[in-house]
């Protein structure tokens, strides 16, 4: 009997990093229609007034990207980490303030949640997580970013709480949140040791947020100090173990910047889908742009990054579905997806020609949001620092 060998090839197959199941697909393209539909429209507007339509933020609780991996059991939508890579990048592709905001609710804050909260905890606020409550994500302060365990705001256990004090910068959503995991330290001789993580609710007496940055890309997507004046916060709202936050943020983080991976491949196919339509339109010496093989090519090589940038990203978080090591490939797509969409969008502005230096054409403001991307969630150097230590093994 003859072998059925195109079958059994296929079936002893890894499927290709790009090739989406049909409920990762469908689940795509409707956040890019909704993207496409809902937020092109505002773009414009919430960068100008750096500031998120609220009706839009409804929205997006709506559509089920708010809760991607929360327990269906919880309210949330059940799925996988690389659908939240997935939302993250379809949003970027129009809006990467709004791809930012549903990245640190999903990679950050649930993911937290899901991974160090006790059941109480994720009774309590998964449901809220995944209905109306927006999360921040609190670690960097003014004396500490890449150092972020010389981080200085101090808690102190007093009448059966915890008594918070110290300021956070650049926190993202710091407008939009009413939840906030907070990392303190309770023992400064343990060093490193001492932090810990607490949930912290916009109402908690001695919390405030305080003034929001004015930034130059990612305008809408708000950027705010944290203040804690002996800010009271129950015993039950540590996040984890007492003195194992540094835990809690590495491991957080290590899997938060595959979801800026996914902000920026998003960023640079939304530049590039901008670029092809404009030099398919704009006509010089009597023929579309498009059509002279010097812009052929530059789109061609443009293609080509967005390819490979989308490879590793992708790579990197289904390795992170598969429970397999992660960490030098996560971040490996960072810094190539950031600067990846940094030259797409600066491509993008000189294909525009003089309409890519201006507001009223969408580009410019692509290349401006790019630049966050080799900065937060540990900057290139960092990420360098992290493939260079497992490459030679020190
Ligand atoms: C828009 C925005 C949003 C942010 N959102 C959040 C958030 O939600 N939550 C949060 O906690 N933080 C957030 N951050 C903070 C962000 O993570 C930090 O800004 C970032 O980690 C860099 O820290 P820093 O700004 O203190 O820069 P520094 O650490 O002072 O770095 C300055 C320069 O020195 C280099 N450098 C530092 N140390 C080394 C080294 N050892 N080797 C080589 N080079 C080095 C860096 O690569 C960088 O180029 C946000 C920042 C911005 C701008």
């Known amino acids: 009997m003859e072998r059925d060998v195109t079958t059994q090839h296929t079936e002893t197959m890894n499927p290709a990093l790009t090739a989406l199941s049909e409920d990762e697909r469908l689940f795509r393209d409707s956040v890019y229609e909704f993207a496409d539909r809902e937020i092109r429209p505002l773009v414009r507007e919430m960068d100008e007034h750096a500031k998120i339509d609220k009706a839009l933020v409804a929205k997006l609780f709506d559509l089920g990207v708010m809760g991607i991996e929360i327990p269906e059991m919880f309210g949330g939508g059940g799925a996988s980490f690389f659908h939240s890579v997935l939302a993250v990048e379809a949003l970027s592709r129009v809006d990467p303030s709004i791809g930012v905001l549903v990245d640190v609710q999903n990679t950050l804050v649930i993911n937290a949640l899901i991974r160090w909260g006790n059941d109480d905890i994720k009774r309590r ?41 110290g300021r956070k910068l650049w926190i993202t959503n710091g407008n939009e949140a009413d939840l906030f995991i907070v990392f303190a330290n309770i023992n400064p001789e343990a060093g490193y040791r001492g932090i810990t993580a607490f949930l912290v609710e916009r109402g908690f007496p001695g919390f405030t947020v305080g003034k929001k940055e004015d930034k130059l890309g990612i305008r809408a997507s708000s950027t705010c100090e944290l203040l804690f004046e002996e800010c009271r916060v ?70 080509t990054d967005v390819e490979a940038s989308r490879l590793l990203v992708y790579n990197a978080a289904r390795l992170r579905d598969a429970q397999q090591p992660f960490l030098t490939e996560a971040a490996m797509c960072k810094v190539f997806s950031s600067e990846v969409a940094e030259r797409v969008a600066s491509l993008a502005v000189n294909l525009f020609g003089g309409n890519g230096f201006v507001k009223e054409y969408p580009v410019e403001k692509l290349y401006r949001d790019a630049k966050i991307g080799q900065i937060y969630e540990g900057t290139t150097n960092l990420q360098l620092q992290t493939i260079a230590k497992n490459l030679i093994a020190i």
């Open 125 to 165: 606020y998964l449901p809220k997580m995944a209905a109306s409550t927006i999360g921040a994500y609190g670690l960097s302060e003014a004396g500490s970013g890449s150092d972020a365990f010389a981080l200085t705001t101090r808690a102190v256990e007093r009448g059966g709480e915890w008594i918070i004090t």
């Open 234 to 303: 129950p015993k039950a709202n540590v996040l984890g173990e007492v003195g194992k936050g540094y835990k809690v943020a590495i491991e957080t983080l290590n899997e938060g910047r595959i979801g800026i991976g996914a902000q920026m491949i998003g960023l640079a196919q939304g530049a590039l889908d901008h670029a092809i339509k404009y030099t398919k339109e704009r006509k010089q010496f009597g023929k579309a742009i498009a059509e002279f093989q010097a812009v052929q090519h530059q789109l061609a090589r443009a293609a």
